[in-house]
Nanobody, 126 residues
């Protein structure tokens, strides 16, 4: 059973940076894609980024492209989201998500991910 725990959220001024981490307790971490989503108050959960099982390919939402970078360390069962040039509109709860075992890549859709972390709050002040 996959269990995901995010960390690294917090309060930052506009233009600042944060690095989120997500540790996956699944024993087959390197066999599936990972993703990041976010949800602001009163809004639906939206896609942020996804990374393939081996970390060689990534895909980003247009709203974060060029500012956010996702990476993974399969030896540490950890996926990261480096967020630079943060804006107030980036304020949300950020969730990491795991695709089903054997799914080496995933579409930028909630439905492609079966396991979710508890989320970590990111607040960007203006």
């Amino acid at each position: 059973q996959v269990q995901l725990v995010e960390s690294g959220g917090g309060l930052v001024q506009a233009g600042g940076s944060l690095r989120l981490s997500c540790v996956d307790s699944g024993r087959t971490f390197s066999s599936y894609a990972m993703g990041w989503f976010r949800q602001a108050p009163g809004k639906e959960r939206e896609f942020v980024a996804t990374i393939t099982w081996n970390g060689r390919s990534t895909y980003y939402a247009d709203s974060v492209k060029g500012r956010f970078t996702t990476s993974r360390d399969n030896a540490k069962n950890t996926v990261y989201l480096q967020m630079n040039s943060l804006k107030p509109e980036d304020t949300a709860v950020y969730y990491c998500a795991a695709a089903a075992p054997g799914r080496l890549w995933a579409r930028p859709l909630v439905a492609d991910f079966g396991s979710w972390g508890q989320g970590t709050q990111v607040t960007v002040s203006s």
